[in-house]
């Protein structure tokens, strides 16, 4: 199967989001970036969380996953 914005919940407060794309922890390594910021999520529990935002700010975040396990994967 390949990866959808279903995939990943998010929550959101006045300063915090978190994401959770804890059904696919196993099979990739995480990368979150935010403009110039990035976290990169070692641990693959398939949960973080990013703080310290602006109330009533819109922000674009970036995934980058990347695969584990050298089989083949289609991302939609």
Partial sequence: GGISENDIKTFV???TVSFNWST???EFSVSVSLYDTS???KNPSGFFVWSNLTPAT???F?????QLHLDFINVS
């Avoid at 970036?62 to 990347?66: P, Y």
Wanted: aromatic share 18%.
């Fill in 62 to 66: 970036n995934f980058i996953f990347e």
């Fill in 13 to 15: 407060t006045a300063t």
């Fill in 24 to 26: 696919m922890t196993k």
């Fill in 39 to 41: 976290q990169i999520i």
């Fill in 58 to 60: 819109l922000y674009t």
